[in-house]
């Protein structure tokens, strides 16, 4: 009765990985319990984490290299197994949350969240290319658009496209205090998706700023963002805690895999009790003012509060 914060399955977001084929389930090495998915075996998890309570996920897409170009084409291709199986996953649940993933990484030859001309990240070029991707996610079904890729003004050119085209009641879930962090590691190894060349130290935040982040918010907030997101979410509770206080909207934290991975590393060892562990970094992210966590606990947490 008297205690200050309530975590519950409602508050996660379960992240999937789905690839193109058939009969796949391919466990990935640095996030134990976790897999690449094809679309016949992930309806069957989706029907199973759904019976645990889990109706929101955020799909991730593993291109395979050949799929890939410098503009990041397939991402909005007529033949995208993606939007294929967010297709087939609206048609199976159509009560779920589906949200999406807008970079252009998974897609891109050179590996960047941005347009890569002779080494540079080209932020305006960049937008067109993701409010194709976008639109194409919408047409698909998707109910959340997740732009991860951190250009300016995205937001704003993505909502346009969007309310130009009759999707004014499809979301913006906003990466907007996205930093330049070390626990992104096994979500790369995940999609193979990490830069070819360089760093994305250019477009992500500096992990030292806690300011820009109050102004990146702002202009996604001012731009059109439904829900402002912050990435990664444990090193990150004082990010969470401004943004909460300073925006009336939702607030969705990424509990990233390198965060995922240390718990596991150091349950696997004998040092710490993994639910105990798990339950206390969600609570702590929530306690922080994340109303919707993404997190790879998601289906451990609901079978154990379940």
Known sequence: MIEETQLGVQNLIYPLFIEDGNGIKSEIKSLPNNFRWSLDTLLPEIEHCVSL??????LFPAVNESKKDKIASYSYADDNFYLDAIQKIKAEFPNLVLMSDVAMDPYSSDGHDGFVENGEILNDKTLPILAKMSLAQAQAGIDIIGPSDMMDGRIGYIRSVLDDNDFTDVSIMSYSAKYASAFYGPFREALDSA???????????????KREALLEAQLDFEEGADIIMVKPATCYLDIIHILKERF????????????????????????LDY???????LLSIRRAGADGILTYFAKDFAALTK
């Open 275 to 281: 639910d105990s562990a798990m339950s206390e970094m």
């Open 195 to 209: 830069p070819k060349g360089g760093d994305k130290k250019t477009y992500q935040m500096n992990p030292r700023n």
């Open 53 to 58: 309570g889990i109706d929101k996920y955020v």
């Open 248 to 271: 009336n909207i939702p607030i969705t934290a990424y509990n990233v895999s390198g965060e995922y991975a240390m718990i596991h590393a150091a349950c696997q060892n004998g040092w």
